[in-house]
Nanobody
Framework: QVQLVESGGGLVQAGGSLRLSCAASDRTFSNYAIGWFRQAPGKEHELIAA????????YYTDSVKGRFTISRVNAKNTVYLQMNSLKPEDTALYYC???????????????WGQGTQVTVSS
């Protein structure tokens, strides 16, 4: 069982930046791909970025390409999501989750964090 804890959320003005962190409790973390999901009120979970266990493969949904960057430091059991040029529509609860490989479907992710709130004011 891998426990994931997100941090780094908060309130920021449009155009600002935040860096989210996803820290794992177990070194087996390095065996998993990690995805960042978000859920806005009244909407479903949306996979916005993912990174393979090696860090060499990444995925971004179109709405965040060029603005968000996912990275990982396996020695620190941590995955980061650097979010720049934030927009009000980025407001959501952000979760990280672990999967055997980069997958689009949330059902493929075995372990989930509790989430961190990101609010972008206009």
């Amino acid at each position: 069982q891998v426990q994931l804890v997100e941090s780094g959320g908060g309130l920021v003005q449009a155009g600002g930046s935040l860096r989210l962190s996803c820290a794992a409790s177990d070194r087996t973390f390095s065996n998993y791909a990690i995805g960042w999901f978000r859920q806005a009120p009244g909407k479903e979970h949306e996979l916005i970025a993912a990174i393979a266990w090696s860090g060499y493969s990444t995925y971004y949904t179109d709405s965040v390409k060029g603005r968000f960057t996912i990275s990982r430091v396996n020695a620190k059991n941590t995955v980061y999501l650097q979010m720049n040029s934030l927009k009000p529509e980025d407001t959501a609860l952000y979760y990280c989750a672990a999967s055997d490989a980069i997958n689009m479907g949330e059902e493929n992710y075995k372990f989930w964090g509790q989430g961190t709130q990101v609010t972008v004011s206009s």
